[in-house]
């Protein structure tokens, strides 16, 4: 240990141990000078042992209570800053809100927590052929980003093999910016993403062309699961399934992506097209 630190720690002990016994002190002599015949002055000892014993009081509730501020003060995981989606988000091709009740139709086990809804979204986008996607946070929920697909005129997803050839997979998860320099690589055509924001709180989004910089600042690292606290919360009242369809399409001759707003295919068509139209059931 520095000596610095251990002469500090010395000094800040013996001033918690020499204050009770200075105003111990300091009480016994006013009263015996004023109060002669009276208990302080009668019991000295007595009366250092009550401000030693306030003292020892007054520092465990001191210590226990900037216990409490720090544990109140520090963030949840809901709002840790680094896995925060956009919010409100950019504008989306379309837009669709799937009520509650019908993400859950098919799930076989209700708690009425967030895990369901989770749980049965997963469940859903693997039945369309969706392995990967990525968990980000908003207020009062979370959002599920789903793989870029390369998709055909009428929302269809290009068949086989096809369908997923504008993978990026530099990262450890799957993340928009990846997505968004897929598309750079990838041959002239059209392509979507999909993110289902679950939140009670309600939104509008934000009218803003979404480009390449702009997608590679909001949404860089994506994690693979919810958090723990979050899944286990139950689910507010008025929380609802928005799902933003974002299309890109890819300019052969400019040889750029460019966000279709609004798109040329509708909510309803991208949800079938991709697979999941169980949800609109």
Sequence with gaps: ?????????AIVIALLFLTPIVIGYSITRIARQYFPSGLVAESPRLTYVLVITIWIIVIFSL???????KEESKPTSQNIPNWLFPWPPPAPSAVITIPIPRVLARHSVLTDR??????ALRHAL???????????GVPRGFALVTRLESIQADGMPKPGSLRWD???RNGKFFSISSYIEALFRAPVGRYRVIVFVVTSEQFAAVDAQLGRDDATRWLREGTNTLPLDLLLQPIEPGTLCTALIYEF??????????LLHPGSISADR???????????Q
């Excluded at 991208?270 to 609109?280: D, E, F, K, P, S």
Aim: charged fraction near 20%; avoid cysteine; aromatic fraction near 10%.
């Design 1 to 9: 240990m520095d000596w610095k630190v251990a002469v500090t720690i």
């Design 63 to 69: 210590i226990i209570l900037n216990l409490g501020i």
């Design 114 to 119: 967030w895990q369901d809804i989770d749980e």
């Design 126 to 136: 693997r039945e369309a052929g969706h392995f990967e996607a990525s968990y980000y």
């Design 166 to 168: 504008t993978e990026s």
């Design 249 to 258: 399409w890819k300019d052969g001759n400019l040889n750029q992506s460019l």
């Design 270 to 280: 991208h949800i079938v097209g991709t697979g999941l139209q169980r949800l609109l």
